[in-house]
């Protein structure tokens, strides 16, 4: 037991100097301490509750679309149907699900409405679950988040436009495929492109994310590594869960297979959801050099706390500021005795101008000091 300390602070000198260590074990903290399970649960919760009324609003559309035609052409309707369920395959577990149980395209003012309300509650609740997650993963103060009504105009935007790129990702990557088996020559460079196109359309929807609903100014170089690992992933559960998701159905009865439609979809929401958390963790850790880390911070305040340990809590300490002339101090004094955290009101003589927090002053605060201010 003598020798359990010491070999703990070799283990630690280590992973400090290395940064293939110090990194990854910077992002989990990171993600620990951001709860970024709870953040992907959040989101996931909204994914569910807006997809069946995405499907209901798309069946409905078609319908009254396609209905001028059904006389002059009656296999336009089963051509449509076709084509719907070749889209919606490419959706893990719910594509699947749906072979066979679209029969028709009718158009209907009440389905409709219920698709429409549906779809924006829950499409909303994802952007606005997203931009949170963000907002907590960079720090970014109260004061500087977008207000309530700024954020879901911006949420509602990006959720159509974002919502058409998907379609148009998943309509290539289950079309380029069949394309390929068809044509005799370069199938196999079509298959290429199906799988490269949908990845590339993936990542640039994510750049969108990172760069538009964090409240902080990002570079799309900033964000790119976070994309790529995020659109990676992307594609590496939707093929999973659809095999799996596929594999499933086939032998489960009726009953079983309502149950493993449910939970399939939330799983894959809820991974592709924490997919997305990581992504931002990688990124917002690599941007501002957040590593390395302490090796037992998280679980003991027997500590020697490094610099990116005292950046990391600082900024946590000051996304708190709710006003622009609240000024939050944190300190970082491992021999003093614990204490209430006391709130100091500005003086009265003080400027109503509200003091800008500069993020690039709190990654470099704390350097040798052991504070931040």
């Known amino acids: 037991m003598a020798h359990g300390p010491k070999l703990i602070d070799r283990i630690d000198a280590f992973q400090r100097r290395h940064p293939a260590s110090a990194f990854p074990l910077a992002v989990v903290y990171k993600f620990a301490e951001d709860r970024g399970p709870h953040l992907a649960a959040l989101m996931a919760y909204y994914g569910f509750v807006s997809v069946f009324p995405l499907l209901l609003l798309l069946v409905s559309v078609l319908g009254f679309v396609l209905q001028p035609f059904a006389g002059a052409d009656p296999d336009l309707s089963n051509r449509a149907v076709t084509t719907t369920i070749d889209v919606l395959a490419g959706v893990p577990v719910l594509g699947s699900a749906l072979q066979g149980s679209i029969t028709g395209l009718r158009g209907s003012g009440v389905a409709l409405t219920i698709g429409a309300l549906g779809t924006l509650y829950g499409g909303m609740g994802v952007m606005q679950a997203t931009q949170a997650a963000l907002n907590r993963i960079y720090a970014v103060p109260r004061y500087k988040q977008p207000n309530p009504i700024l954020s879901r105009l911006r ?17 290539i990557s289950v079309a380029l495929p069949q394309v390929a088996q068809a044509v005799p020559v370069g199938g196999g460079l079509l298959l290429a492109a199906g799988t490269l196109v949908p990845f590339a359309i993936n990542t640039g929807i994510f750049i969108v994310i990172f760069r538009v609903l964090t409240a902080v100014h990002l570079g799309w170089r900033n964000v790119l590594i976070g994309a790529l690992v995020a659109a990676g992933l992307w ?50 850790v690599r941007q501002r050099r957040l590593y390395p880390r302490a090796l037992l911070t ?10 990116q340990d005292v950046r990391t809590y600082t900024g946590y300490a000051r996304s708190e500021t709710y006003k622009g002339f609240e000024t939050v101090t944190a300190t970082f004094d491992k021999d003093a005795p614990p204490e209430e955290p006391t709130v100091r009101a500005a003086p009265e003589a003080a400027s109503e101008t509200a003091p800008e927090i500069d ?8 350097a040798g000091s052991g504070a931040a201010r």
């Open 359 to 366: 993020e690039d002053d709190v990654e470099r605060a704390g």
């Open 155 to 171: 949420s509602i935007v990006l959720m159509v436009a974002l919502g058409l790129l998907a379609i148009v990702a998943t309509a």
């Open 298 to 307: 998280p679980f003991t305040d027997d500590v020697d706390l490094t610099p």
């Open 235 to 284: 594609e590496v559960l939707q093929t999973v869960f659809a095999r799996l998701g596929g594999a499933y159905l086939q032998h489960a009865g009726d009953v079983y297979g309502v149950f493993g439609v449910v939970l399939g979809l939330v799983a894959w929401l809820y991974l592709q959801s924490m997919a997305l958390v990581l992504a931002a963790e990688i990124n917002v």
